[in-house]
């Protein structure tokens, strides 16, 4: 199984941008479906976008708008996601998800994914 660990969270004012990281050991990296999701507090957790093995296929939820951007890098066993123009609705534990039998990416319910991250808290306050 594999073993998922996030960085790159903070504080940043409205505006502002973060770059996530998700570092992936324990099985081959590039079998995996990945997605980020987020949860605010007292919030349900919920989609953010997510990427296909290959990475050239991704799906955003509605409210991303163009603002985020997910990236991988196989050989690097790492993920990314690029947070632009942050919001004070944007503020939540954003957290990696991974799953090596989903057929596509296009799934996007928290358990559809079997394994995450501890996940990296992202603050928008001025």
């Known amino acids: 199984q594999v073993q998922l660990v996030e960085s790159g969270g903070g504080l940043v004012q409205p505006g502002g941008s973060l770059r996530l990281s998700c570092t992936a050991s324990?099985?081959?990296?590039?079998?995996?479906?990945m997605a980020w999701f987020r949860q605010a507090p007292g919030k349900e957790r919920e989609f953010v976008v997510s990427?296909?093995?290959?990475?050239?296929?991704?799906y955003y939820a509605d409210f991303v708008k163009g603002r985020f951007t997910i990236s991988r890098d196989n050989a690097k066993s790492t993920m990314y996601l690029q947070l632009a123009n942050l919001t004070p609705e944007d503020p939540a534990i954003y957290s990696c998800?991974?799953?090596?039998?989903?057929?596509?990416?296009?799934?996007?319910?928290?358990?559809?994914?079997?394994?995450w991250g501890q996940g990296t808290q992202v603050t928008v306050s001025s």
């Open positions: 998800a991974a799953d090596h039998t989903l057929t596509t990416a296009e799934y996007s319910t928290p358990g559809d994914y079997d394994y």
């Open positions: 324990g099985h081959t990296f590039s079998t995996y479906i």
């Open positions: 990427i296909s093995r290959s990475g050239t296929t991704r």
